[in-house]
Nanobody, 115 residues
Framework: QVQLVESGGGLVQPGGSLRLSCAAS????????VSWYRQAPGKERELVAS???????NYVDSVKGRFTIARGSAKNTVYLQMNNLKPDDTAVYYC?????????WGPGTQVTVSS
């Protein structure tokens, strides 16, 4: 059984930083991409950043230059480094893993940016 677990969320002041981690357990084959999504209260879930199996990355315009997605040294781990956080970044952040045949979601981790 594959499980995704996010960690690293919390409360941070504007301008601060957080690093989110997504760890996948279980047998996973043929990963196409891992992405971070977020959903703020009253808003639709949006794609924040993604990284393909080949290492290509993509970001939503609002986080370009502030967020970095990267694979960790541990197997099946992906990080989202978030710098210069803004109140508009407040949301539940979800990890999403896509393989050739299926996809998985984590339960999410809350990020709150507030003074």
């Amino acid at each position: 059984q594959v499980q995704l677990v996010e960690s690293g969320g919390g409360l941070v002041q504007p301008g601060g930083s957080l690093r989110l981690s997504c760890a996948a357990s279980g047998s996973i084959f043929n990963i196409n991409a891992v992405s971070w999504y977020r959903q703020a209260p009253g808003k639709e879930r949006e794609l924040v950043a993604s990284i393909t199996s080949g290492g290509s990355t993509n970001y939503v315009d609002s986080v370009k230059g502030r967020f970095t997605i990267a694979r960790g040294s541990a197997k099946n781990t992906v990080y989202l480094q978030m710098n210069n956080l803004k109140p508009d970044d407040t949301a539940v952040y979800y990890c999403h893993l896509v393989t050739v045949t299926t996809d998985y979601w984590g339960p999410g981790t809350q990020v709150t940016v507030s003074s």
